[in-house]
């Protein structure tokens, strides 16, 4: 099955994402670089935190591009089902591994839609300790935010592209668990899940 053909349009080439990956990984170790982050109580290499599974590849090519000592988890958070509308209540279905106390967070997003998930990584980061959380999401559909996307501890928020507002997959992004290995972003034929 050509699943090229499911593909209405394409947003963002594999190329142009290299390249925006290779610029926020540069932006990312210069930030970091002196005196840790932004939250001069933690020294500890930061932290960079991806949501599973539409993180994925992005966390993989920009940890890449990030020329600082790192630590790498994952935590499943997840509010959609199969559906391509979010049920807006996230929940955690595959938590942390490693003790976020007093570190410096990178939360890394395939992209950030009402913001609802976000907003609850970042309760939660806050009630277990963490000193600073950063957001670096490959895409921001901000025409669909529902409630605010903050930071906290002095952290920043980073973000790809400005996503229009249909329904993407491609580069780590799903529809029913398809579609995650396109190199590429594009937007899903509506005719595919109406
Ligand atoms: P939020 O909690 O901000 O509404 O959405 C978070 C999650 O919804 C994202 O991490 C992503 O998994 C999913 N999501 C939102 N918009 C899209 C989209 O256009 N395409 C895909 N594949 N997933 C989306
Ligand atoms: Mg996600
Ligand atoms: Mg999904």
Partial sequence: MDFNAHIERILWTEEQISARVSELGSQITQDFSNSGSSSSSSSAAPMVVGVAT??????????????????????RIESYGSGTVSSGKPKITCDLKIDVRDRNVIVVEDIVDTGNTLLFLMD????????SMSVCTLLNKSAKRKVNVEVFGGGKFYCGFECP??????????FAEQYRNLPYVGVLKPELYQ
Avoid: C, E, M
Wanted: no cysteine; aromatic share 16%; charged share 20%.
């Fill in 165 to 174: 507002d249909n329904f993407v997959v491609g580069y780590g992004l799903d």
């Fill in 124 to 131: 939660y980061l806050k009630s277990k300790g963490a000193s």
């Fill in 54 to 75: 539409g993180a994925f590849l992005f966390l993989a090519d920009l940890v890449r591009k990030i020329r600082l000592p790192v630590s790498v988890d994952f935590v």
